[in-house]
């Protein structure tokens, strides 16, 4: 036994180092599973298999893109396993009797082959990209489209950081998948392939040694698989809360420097961003251990050859019953080199693997959210509507079991104008997101022209509303295309006809470019007054059936809210108007007041009605217009 492990010294070595290792592993492994995941829980977690099947759908329409890069991956492939053995032959022909002519016939199939090789690469490379683009944004449009249909409760819980994220960051991920990591992968299981199968012709007895090192191989990848997983997860959940913190604070970059917090939220920045670094190094660490594992494999692989190969070579003996030669040396050498390159580059790949697969687990999540506001299965379209509303014994909360409105019931006639007042909380805002089923009642109906609506299809149903919101959303721009949003076929003349019909003319004629003046973030550019005016001829364009205006006047300067409040006469007479107001004198001409406390309705009527009732509308009448002469005053 002693004059074996003398002999074999270094294979013995050998086996116990890869040994060692593995059990060292095997360990941490199970000490893995033991630590709880601090990932993001809320987020389900989503099988390797599923992750597979979803993503080759988005691939399955490019088949025959594929099936082509496939045939050009096999003259690459051919280069690999060919020129080992060409080499080995120059090495036998300088060997033996040396003809200058063989040896040019030999270099010239060698640099066809590689010229083939480089040209099928190329070839490849374009395919892959032009296809990884289709997919890459047909992802994206999926995703973006479900988050469109997300609720208003759905959204308020998700960062607006996070949504970003999956839509831009993670389908990058997904699309380098299929553009290199699934063809390397595919490339280099042809090459191992293509080599074993040289190699066993070659020598059959030295590629059983080989084969020796493919378990270990096996099995580091798989534990590999463990632990790479874990920290693309954490990293991707670092990056995502570093966007969403970044998304959030640049928009209130105002308060934080008129507070004066800017040393406090650095800190909150440099701690998101320390995890992030965390999360980053952890998962270097984890390639970092794999790639060396596997050089090991092949460094070993190779001096187990020379040992084999030299003692057999010196000792003229044969190895499991085959002779050694010089040939066979030169070889295996490079077949070697070809075997464990792919398998090298398989921990670079199989690393880029886990953060696609990490990605796509992020953007299946958001697709599985299953929106809360959705079309009734016979749901109808309505082309047109007179405005008629009806609240019957409605209940609705936000969270279960507290009641925002409790049986409220009422109706509001067609071209009518109706205002809702009340305190802060007194569930005002609440009854005109739920006319636009912005939310979904818990109990009692809510009619339109009769007609409940949740059997009138979302799209259709919003079609007819125009809003008008204290806070008045610009995009970025220009006041045409902020005005148009989706409706191309109105001309300039249009426009500005609406402008005038709400007043919103009084500024835009005098800017420099009029309609094309550019409308900068959130519509920074411009005050208060004129985005509110600019909302107003928003709404006029598309002309909606029902006006909704929710504390569209509040936080206006005097002056344009004399502009407004002709406006409102002007749009009164489009269709049926409801209103939000605190300032009880914009709504003293409404049809209909309803008074809202605790989300019911206390008192109901037109304002010389409510004020002869002496009752709650009465007294916050009274203090709204003694506080406004005290100013006078």
């Known amino acids: 036994m002693l004059e074996f ?3 074999y010294l270094p294979v013995v070595i050998v086996v116990a180092l890869i040994g060692a290792i593995t059990v060292a592993l095997l360990i941490a492994w199970f000490a893995l599973k033991k630590h709880k995941d601090d990932g993001d829980d809320r987020e389900r977690k989503i099988s390797d298999k599923e992750l597979i099947v979803r993503m080759a759908r988005y691939a399955k329409p490019h088949w025959k893109s594929f099936v082509i890069v496939l045939f050009v991956m096999i003259f690459s492939v051919v280069y690999d396993v060919i020129s080992p053995l060409l080499l080995s032959s120059v090495q036998d022909l300088i060997k033996g009797e040396f003809e200058l002519k063989q040896l040019y016939v030999m270099v010239g199939m060698y640099v066809a082959i590689l010229i083939v090789s480089v040209i099928c690469t190329y070839a490849q490379a374009m395919i892959l990209q032009r296809v990884g683009q289709k997919i890459l944004s047909k992802i994206r449009l999926d995703t973006f489209t479900h988050i469109e249909k997300l609720s208003h409760e759905q959204l308020n819980n998700i960062p607006v950081g996070k949504l970003v994220t999956r839509v831009t960051n993670d389908p990058n991920r997904i699309s380098f998948m299929f553009t290199n990591i699934l063809v390397t992968l595919v490339k280099n299981c042809m090459v191992i392939i293509g080599v074993l199968a040289a190699m066993f012709i070659l020598n059959y007895a030295l590629t059983l040694m080989v084969l020796c090192f493919v378990p270990f191989v096996v099995l580091f990848a798989i534990l590999f698989r463990q632990f790479s997983r874990r920290v693309h997860r954490k990293v991707t959940n670092a990056t995502t809360d570093i966007n969403t913190y970044l998304s959030e604070n640049l928009s209130g970059m105002k308060i934080t420097q008129i507070f004066n917090r800017e040393d406090m939220k650095m800190e909150d920045f440099l701690g998101r961003s320390a995890k992030l670094k965390k999360a980053k190094q952890n998962r270097m660490y984890v390639f970092g251990v794999f790639r060396p594992m596997v050089y090991m494999l092949f460094v070993s692989s190779q001096m187990c050859l020379f040992y084999f190969a030299a003692k057999g070579y010196i000792q003229q003996t044969e190895f499991m019953g085959q002779m050694i030669t010089s040939f066979t040396v030169v070889a295996f050498y490079g077949y070697i080199s070809r075997f464990f390159n792919p398998i090298q580059t398989l921990a670079e790949q199989f690393d880029m693997l886990q953060q696609s697969f990490a990605g796509a687990e992020k953007i299946f999540a958001i697709l599985d959210m299953e929106p809360e506001v959705v079309d009734e299965p016979d749901a109808i379209e309505l082309e047109e509507i007179k405005g008629e509303i009806e609240f019957r014994d409605v209940w609705f909360a936000y969270k279960p079991d507290e ?231």
């Not at 997101?433 to 299809?457: A, E, V, W």
């Not at 259709?460 to 409706?487: C, K």
């Not at 006469?569 to 004198?585: C, D, P, Q």
Request: proline share 1%; net charge neutral.
């Open 5 to 7: 492990i003398r002999e």
């Open 403 to 633: 009641w925002v409105l409790k049986g409220v019931s009422f109706k509001i006639e067609p071209k009518q104008t109706v205002a809702f007042v009340g305190s802060t909380g007194s569930g005002k805002t609440t009854i005109l997101s739920l006319i636009c089923r912005n939310y979904d009642i818990q109990k009692g109906q809510i009619l339109i022209d009769g007609i409940d609506i949740r059997k009138i299809k979302i799209s259709s149903l919003r079609r007819h509303f125009g809003q008008m919101l204290q806070d008045v959303f610009l995009f970025s721009g220009t006041i045409r295309s902020n005005i148009l949003l989706r409706n191309d076929d109105v001309t300039d003349e249009e426009v500005m006809e609406a402008c005038r019909y709400v007043n919103a003319d009084s500024f835009i004629n005098k800017l420099e470019k009029g309609l094309d003046e550019v409308v900068r973030e959130r519509g920074n550019n411009f005050s208060a007054g004129q985005r509110q005016l600019l909302s107003f001829a928003r709404t006029i364009i598309h002309k909606p059936a029902v006006m909704i205006l929710d504390e569209a006047t509040a936080n206006i300067d005097t002056e344009t809210e004399i502009l407004i409040q002709d406006s409102l006469e002007k749009m009164k007479n489009i269709g049926t108007m409801l209103i939000v107001a605190h300032r009880l004198s914009t709504i003293q001409h409404a049809d209909n007041i309803i008074l809202l406390s605790k989300g019911e309705i206390v008192e109901q009527g037109n304002h010389q009605q409510l004020l002869a009732l002496h009752g709650r509308y009465h007294h916050l009448y009274t203090l709204q217009y003694n506080k406004e002469q005290l100013k006078k005053a």
